[in-house]
């Protein structure tokens, strides 16, 4: 059988097309499009055709390597036998729902912070930890890689950061609850595998111990990293929830809620912990539930139901890829909406309000109810999500309050976090200061106090 290429515009027979790209290459028109979606027989992903301005060359005939990929279709013939011109469409697959089952109840825990972390994505039904060891993180991967092989899980020490968030990439599209464990120097690598978490819309939960920066810098603990998770986290439009613990406990139980967060927004999550607290002994109390993780309609799991799952990034179409960055600033919103969480002490009459989070919000709480026994109306305000920034709830007390104190181990990344979502809510900051220590310092309890009582309103009178 032989075509008439020279005068045929290409029928495309999906079944047979690769999704290699030669045939876009080839048409110097612009007529063949990289496609969007998955043939559910093949799990590839063919072209689409915008035969508008096709001249019927013929030369993405030449291109394709496959022969039956394109067919010719000439006006007043029958066009041929052409199973892929519908566009497939992917069947909708039912989401195994995740199931809450009890945990026998236990004395609590006398535990570090890291392994808090380590047993709390245990109880969200992580079994996949992907991490490379870096000071002060460690002793959690040591502990998951001590309980995931029991548990039938997965732990890889990965050869690099780089190559952990991606196998991190590779499980969550897989629709598996999965962790890392890292600190600074180890978060900056991974940057770049969270924008392409993010632009996936992939789950996973990132914990990372922030430490002295920049460069190595040292393994005393900081909070320099607030503004790469708040802000920084790769190329792109790209935000996910970060969870700030100041407890062991809260290191449990936020590590995880942060499986749920993420799940239930398909973004990735992080925890950000510093070095006193990933290494700190404390109390924990274990939730009386574990969960029995389930499969994501979503998933690309690798069996026949879910083959016509596509997990990417990539919008070659500028017009697709603004509406995706726009269904992505949507859920920003949503997130920020629903999300917000600060933790409130003695806030209600606080002249003076100190903001801290992490372990200085351990200090500046025992140094405002040093402030409060010695008369002067201190409150401590503590985000618990850094982003979004809880400005709803800081909103009410930042009506009373006379003096805004941010305490922080930076030099005031906290604070630019607080300034710009005062700003983009209309809100009218007192006058602010700050104690801030660097380089693995943190602010004492004493600094706190005599800085507070320092404060022109205290020493005027103006607060008791
Ligand atoms: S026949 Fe020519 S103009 Fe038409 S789609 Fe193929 S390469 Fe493009
Ligand atoms: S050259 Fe053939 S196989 Fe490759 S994308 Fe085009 S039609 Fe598909």
Redesign the pocket.
């Known amino acids: 059988m032989t075509f008439a290429l020279e005068r ?3 029928v495309l027979i999906a079944d047979y097309c690769k999704g290699c790209g030669r ?1 876009i290459d ?4 612009h ?2 499009l990289p496609g969007t979606a998955v043939n559910p027989t093949t799990g590839l992903i063919p072209v689409r ?1 915008d ?1 508008e ?9 030449e291109a394709c390597p496959e022969p039956y990929g394109l067919r010719p279709f000439v006006a007043g013939e029958p066009p041929p036998p052409d199973p892929g011109m519908a566009p497939p469409v992917a069947p909708a697959v039912a989401a195994v729902p995740d199931v809450s089952r009890p945990l026998p109840r236990s004395e609590p825990l006398v535990i570090k912070g890291m392994y808090a972390s380590a047993i709390g994505a245990l109880l969200a039904g992580c079994r996949h930890f992907y991490g490379y060891p870096i000071t002060p993180s460690t002793e959690g991967a040591e502990l998951m890689g001590k309980l995931l092989p029991p548990l039938d899980g997965v732990f890889l020490q990965a050869v690099s950061e780089v190559a952990a968030i991606n196998m991190l990439y590779g499980a969550g599209a897989a629709g598996v609850p999965a962790t890392t464990f890292t600190s600074s120097p180890g978060f900056s690598l991974m940057l770049e595998g969270l924008s392409y978490m993010i632009g996936a819309k992939v789950p996973g939960v990132v914990v990372n111990v922030m430490r002295g920066g920049p460069g190595l810098g040292n393994i005393a603990p900081e909070q320099a990293d607030i503004k790469l998770a708040c802000r920084g986290l790769g190329h792109g439009h790209t935000h996910a929830i970060v969870l700030a613990p100041a407890t062991p406990q809260e290191m449990l139980d936020l590590t995880r809620e942060a499986f749920a967060l993420s799940f239930r927004y398909r973004n990735p999550v992080i925890v950000l912990a510093d070095g006193y607290l990933a290494q700190m002994t404390g109390k924990v109390v274990l939730p009386d539930t574990i969960v029995q993780p389930g499969v994501p309609g979503w998933a690309v799991t690798g069996d026949a139901a879910h083959r016509a799952n596509l997990i990417c990034s990539i919008f070659l179409s500028e017009k697709e890829l603004e509406e995706e960055n726009r269904r992505l600033l949507a859920k920003y919103e949503a997130i920020g909406a629903a999300e917000s969480r600060a933790d409130l002490f003695r806030c209600d009459d606080a002249d003076v309000l100190v903001v801290a989070c992490n372990t200085p919000a351990r200090t500046a709480k025992g140094a405002v109810q040093t402030l409060r026994a010695r008369g002067i109306r201190a409150g401590l305000f503590r985000p618990i999500t850094l982003w979004p920034f809880p400005i709803a709830q800081l909103a009410a007390p930042l009506g009373a309050a006379r003096q805004l104190v941010i305490v922080e181990a930076s030099p005031g990344q906290l604070e630019d976090e607080l300034r710009l979502a005062a700003s983009h809510a209309g809100l009218r900051l007192p006058p602010v200061s700050r104690v801030n220590r660097l380089g693995g310092v943190l602010p004492s309890h004493d600094e706190v106090v005599e800085h507070v009582r320092s404060l022109d309103a205290v020493s005027r009178g103006a607060v008791p």
């Open positions: 045929a515009r290409p045939c080839a048409c110097a028109h007529c063949i055709f035969l301005h096709c001249t019927s060359c013929g030369l993405c005939f």
